[in-house]
């Protein structure tokens, strides 16, 4: 179970233990973020005094308490992996978290707005491993040539912490990188794994608003140097990729509130095979 498995990589197993971190979140902390957090209400921070370390172990207990209503993990996400993203945060390197099943939407999906107590969208993009060979990679190519497709993403986060609660690379990481909601765009297979390395890295990623207006540009290597290094980067945390696990490389640029969007968003990968598109509308 990638749950379990990632249960044991963050903090040794240490739910509910005595050994668990100093600021490790209490079950009663828990319960009340997630009934914060299915509410849409603006919530308390987790481990704010804590280490990255804390957070870890509190991530890990919040997972298991989201999983009955988001579904399993699919997958990890690698946040902050822009430097518009680590300025607006204070961070120095990039915070990690995952992804539920049921948090993923199909293209052209309609949602409610707001989606949540601090809803945010980001232009994303997703890579779908199809081999465990990947977890010897060391290079973008070598990462590539695991990964079957690759995907469009619009990422659709929810800060969830009230006003004047601090957001940090440490409380964002306890709240699992604040997952809600996302948008999945169609498969681009992976046939030519340098010719893909090529096209990542020189694509240009632009997200728009409904009504067309250019929100932000960025080149592939705005994330990290490439979209590829995301998944090193996971994996230098500790994480053992398996086939069918997605991995979302983290925003290409700001984040933006729901008004931004005018009634939705879109996210153009020009570079890419068949410069694809991926949208949602805001209800």
Known sequence: MRCIRYFSVLCAIVLCTQQAAA??????????????YLKGTP?????????????LCTQAKLIHALEPHLGPVVGYKAGLTSTPAQERF???????????????????????SPWGARPVFEADLVLVVGDARINQATTPV?????????RPFIELPDLTLAE???ITPVTLTAIGVAPKLGVLGSEIPVSDPAA?????????VTLSAADSEVLAQAPGVAVLGHPANAALWLMS?????????LISVGSFGPLFPPAK???GASVTYEGLPGNPTVSVKFE
Not at 23 to 36: E, L, P
């Open 90 to 112: 204070g961070a120095s390197e990039p915070v990690q978290g995952v992804l539920f099943r049921d948090m993923m939407l199909e293209d052209g999906a309609t949602i409610p």
């Open 43 to 55: 919530t308390a921070a987790l481990s704010t005094g804590g280490s990255m370390e804390d957070a």
């Open 261 to 263: 969007g005018k009634g």
């Open 237 to 245: 945390k500790g994480i053992e990729f398996q086939p069918g696990d």
């Open 196 to 204: 893909m390395v090529q096209a990542l890295a020189d694509m240009t």
């Open 142 to 150: 070598e990462v590539m040539a695991s990964i079957s497709v690759v």
């Open 23 to 36: 600021d490790c979140a209490s079950d009663a902390q828990i319960d009340r973020f997630v009934q914060d």
């Open 164 to 166: 004047g609660e601090p």
